[in-house]
C-alpha cells in the first residue's frame, strides 16, 4: 500500500491516475449511448478512421491528436451524411470512412521523413506517457459530455431507444445525431492515448457490458459503467506499472477479467 501511495509523488502517475478517472468518465458515458444505441460498429469506424488524421498530423509536422480529432469528426460526419442524404447503407459508409482512414494514414506516415517514434502508442495505447495538456482537453470534455447528457438527457433517452417515436415528437433528431457523432469522434480521439486506436473500442462497450448486469437503466447504466471503467483503469494502470507491460492491452484485458468475475457472481 505504501508502495502505491508513494507513486502519486511522481507525476507521470498522476497524469496517468486523473487520465484513468477523465476516461472513464467520458468512455462511460458516451458508450452507455453508443451500446443502447446499437452503433458500435459505427465508433469502431470513427476509431480506426482517426488513423488517417495522426498520420498527416505526422506528415504535416502538427500534433497527431489534432489532425486524429479533425479526421474522426469528418468521418463521423460523412458516415451520418452517406447514410441519411447519399441513401448508402450504413455499414458500406462506414467501411469506406474506414477503410479511407486507415489507407490515408499509412500512405502519409510512409511519406513522413524519418521514423513516427510516438506511432505505437497512438496505436496500443500509453497511458503514462499522457501530457498535462492532454489531461485539460480530456477534462474539458468529460465536462462537456456531462453538461450534454444532464441538459438534454430525455431527448438523448429517445433518440438512443426509439427514434421513430423521437421524429415523431418534433424532437431535432438529425441535430442531436450530429452533435451526438461529434462527441463520440472527440471521446475516441482524446483517450486513444489511453489505450489505443486498437483497444478504444473495448473501453466504450466492455464496462457498459458489466453494468448492465446490474440494470437495464439507462442513468444507473452510465454511473455504472463510469464506476468499472475507472476500477479496471486504476487496476490496469497498476499492473501494467509493476509488471512493466503494455498499459492499454492491461486495461482492456482487467475490463474482460472482472465483466468475467461479475458474470460469473451473478450467475449463483
Known sequence: MNTIIELFSYDFFVNAFLASL????????????????????????????????????????????VGAGIFSILSGMGIQLFSSKGKVREDSSIAIWWSLGMAIGIIFV??????????????????????????????????????FFTLFYRTILYIAFDEDFAKT??????????????????????????????????????????????????????????????????IGLLVSYFADIPSGATIIFTQVVIFGLVKLVKAF
Not at 495505447?125 to 499522457?130: A, D, E, K, R
Request: net charge positive; charged share 5%; proline share 3%.
Open 22 to 65: 477523465l476516461a472513464a468518465i467520458s468512455c462511460g458515458i458516451v458508450g452507455t449511448y453508443i451500446v443502447s444505441r446499437r452503433i458500435v460498429f459505427i465508433s469502431g469506424g470513427i476509431t480506426h478512421a482517426s488513423f488517417g488524421g495522426i498520420g498527416m498530423g505526422y506528415y504535416l509536422g502538427i500534433n497527431p491528436l
Open 110 to 147: 510512409y511519406l513522413t521523413p524519418g521514423y513516427a517514434p510516438n506511432l505505437m502508442s497512438y496505436l496500443f495505447g500509453s497511458i503514462l506517457t499522457v501530457s498535462t495538456g492532454e489531461i485539460w482537453l480530456m477534462l474539458a470534455l468529460a465536462i462537456i459530455i456531462i453538461l
Open 169 to 234: 415528437s418534433d424532437l431535432p433528431v438529425a441535430l442531436f445525431n450530429y452533435l451526438l457523432m461529434i462527441l463520440i469522434s472527440l471521446t475516441i480521439v482524446l483517450n486513444i492515448r489511453v489505450v489505443g486506436i486498437i483497444l478504444i473500442l473495448s473501453l466504450l462497450t466492455i464496462p457498459q457490458a458489466t453494468a448492465n448486469i446490474f440494470t437495464r437503466d439507462f442513468g444507473r447504466m452510465m454511473f455504472y459503467s463510469v464506476g468499472f471503467a475507472f476500477l479496471a483503469s486504476f
